[in-house]
Nanobody, 116 residues
Framework: QVSFVESGGAVVQPGGSLRLSCVAS????????ISWYRQAPGKERELVAS????????RYHNSVKGRFTISRDNSRNTAYLQMNSLDPEDTADYSC?????????WGQGTQVTVSP
C-alpha cells in the first residue's frame, strides 16, 4: 500500500533553516507529482509546494515563494522540502502526499515549530 515516512521536523528559531524528507513506498514514485502540505493548529490544511514527475515544473504557496524549495530523488523514492528564512507563521505539521486518481494518500507528518 502507499505510504510515506516524513522526517526532519524540529524546533528552530526564526530565520533558521530545515530540510524535510519524505520517503515513499507502495507505488511508482517517479510517475506522480509529489506534494508537501501543512496544517497549523486551528487552520485548514494548505498546499505548500508540489513537484511534477517529469521535468522541473513546481509550484509554491505564495507565502513560501523564494524561501522554500521542493526537490525529489527518484532513485531514492524521496522528496525533500528545503525551508529557509523560517518564520513563526511556518509552524505547522508538514506531510507529503500523492494523488493517484481518485484517491489522495498522506503521510503521518513531521512537526515544524518556529519559535524564539
Amino acid at each position: 500500500q502507499v505510504s510515506f515516512v516524513e522526517s526532519g521536523g524540529a524546533v528552530v528559531q526564526p530565520g533558521g533553516s530545515l530540510r524535510l524528507s519524505c520517503v515513499a513506498s507502495g507505488y511508482s514514485f517517479r510517475t506522480y507529482t509529489i506534494s508537501w502540505y501543512r496544517q497549523a493548529p486551528g487552520k485548514e490544511r494548505e498546499l505548500v509546494a508540489s513537484l511534477a514527475a517529469i521535468g522541473s515544473n513546481s509550484r509554491y504557496h505564495n507565502s513560501v515563494k523564494g524561501r522554500f524549495t521542493i526537490s525529489r530523488d527518484n532513485s531514492r523514492n524521496t522528496a525533500y522540502l528545503q525551508m529557509n528564512s523560517l518564520d513563526p507563521e511556518d509552524t505547522a505539521d508538514y506531510s507529503c502526499s500523492v494523488l493517484i486518481h481518485p484517491a489522495r494518500f498522506w503521510g503521518q507528518g513531521t512537526q515544524v515549530t518556529v519559535s524564539p
